[in-house]
């Protein structure tokens, strides 16, 4: 059946690039990349280099989107084969099976059917769709949320014969569970991002993804977003073109990359004057009120720093901070709460 029938690429010659199953991952068994640069008919061998006995990597990236274009590279060529043959993805020997065919089938009705998911899940998928993130983002997102996402771990269950370890940490299976909470190298992101996150211990990926992507703060819901979309981007990226994985660049790459999105897409800021302003409202006793403000200037600096008074409005501390940045007010007055809340602690 169509399903779970795919190609085992040999010499290349019998499967058809646009028209046979050959792919690897689930519900991407055929290739969605539009024809280009070879006839509609033309077949898998036009894209192997018969030297190397290798994908043609030049050729392939000419051809295809470049999420597609490093799915086909990681295909393993079998040249023991004297031909291409068809085979059962959802077995590792194979052969087709009652038992992986059913599992097969409720897959994919799961998803061609998310309405049938429960009330907080319908609630997460509108969110999803709502946000003010890339169309790309949104993709990522509903493709984690519904545990489809090809990471080692679940390639190999599916029947694919690969090294299942992460490949950031090499210690633990890399499940998106893993990759996005429990690694090592993430956590530190996590934690050095404009969102200061400590990985909660005993909160599932589900979980947090329902706190973080319907929270009422937009700001963060976004960063949030954009964080997980990049980690997965900066892991294919070490995969595939052997670039290195580092917390620290990545979460400069989020920070501009949120910046240079909100900006380019114009979130209007309602501007307030001063006689708008609400005045200042004292604490209780014995107790302390801060107020945390940000600026952005045009020689391409931002500012932040937070007042605490008492309740008589007697200043107790008071601190700014200035750096090198140009980010949208948005960004500045959520980089500002964490800059404040980390001195505090």
């Known amino acids: 059946?169509?399903?779970?029938?795919?190609?085992?690429?040999?010499?290349?010659?019998?499967?058809?690039?646009?028209?046979?199953?050959?792919?690897l991952e689930q519900g991407k068994f055929k290739v969605w990349s539009p024809v280009k640069n070879l006839p509609q008919d033309a077949p898998v061998s036009e894209l192997i280099d018969r030297d190397t006995k290798n994908w043609n990597r030049t050729k392939v990236f000419n051809t295809f989107n470049l999420y597609e274009a490093n799915q086909i590279i990681n295909i393993p060529i079998s040249w023991r084969l004297p031909e291409d043959k068809r085979i059962w993805h959802w077995e590792r020997n194979g052969n087709y099976s009652v038992r992986s065919a059913y599992h097969a089938i409720q897959d994919e009705n799961n998803r061609e059917n998310p309405e049938a998911s429960s009330m907080s899940d319908q609630r997460l998928w509108r969110a999803v769709w709502n946000m003010h993130v890339p169309n790309s983002t949104r993709n990522f997102l509903w493709r984690l949320a519904r545990n489809i996402l090809p990471t080692r771990g679940r390639l190999e269950q599916k029947g694919v014969n690969l090294d299942p370890i992460c490949p950031l940490c090499f210690s633990e299976t890399e499940t998106t569970e893993h990759l996005f909470m429990r690694c090592p190298m993430v956590q530190q992101l996590w934690f050095i991002s404009a969102l200061g996150i400590h990985i909660p211990q005993h909160v599932s990926?589900?979980?947090?993804?329902?706190?973080?992507?319907?929270?009422?703060?937009?700001?963060?819901?976004?960063?949030?977003?954009?964080?997980?979309?990049?980690?997965?981007?900066?892991?294919?990226?070490?995969?595939?073109?052997?670039?290195?994985?580092?917390?620290?660049?990545l979460a400069n790459e989020i920070s501009n990359f949120s910046a240079e999105f909100l900006i380019a897409n114009t979130l209007k800021i309602k501007s307030v004057r001063v006689s708008e302003l609400e005045s200042w409202e004292q604490p209780n006793v014995g107790t302390t009120k801060i107020n945390v403000d940000t600026g952005c200037f045009q020689n391409g600096t931002t500012g932040w720093g937070y007042l605490?008074?008492?309740?008589?409005?007697?200043?107790?501390?008071?601190?700014?901070?200035?750096?090198?940045?140009?980010?949208?007010?948005l960004l500045a007055e959520a980089m500002a709460l964490r800059w404040c809340l980390h001195q505090l602690l």
Do not use: Y
């Open 1 to 23: 059946m169509e399903l779970g029938s795919r190609w085992l690429i040999g010499d290349g010659q019998k499967v058809k690039i646009w028209k046979d199953n050959w792919l």
């Open 205 to 249: 990926l589900a979980q947090w993804l329902q706190q973080w992507i319907t929270s009422s703060d937009k700001v963060a819901s976004h960063l949030f977003s954009i964080t997980l979309w990049l980690i997965w981007k900066g892991r294919n990226q070490l995969i595939f073109n052997k670039t290195t994985f580092c917390p620290v660049s």
């Open 308 to 329: 605490a008074r008492d309740h008589t409005g007697m200043v107790s501390f008071a601190a700014t901070h200035l750096e090198k940045i140009s980010i949208s007010p």
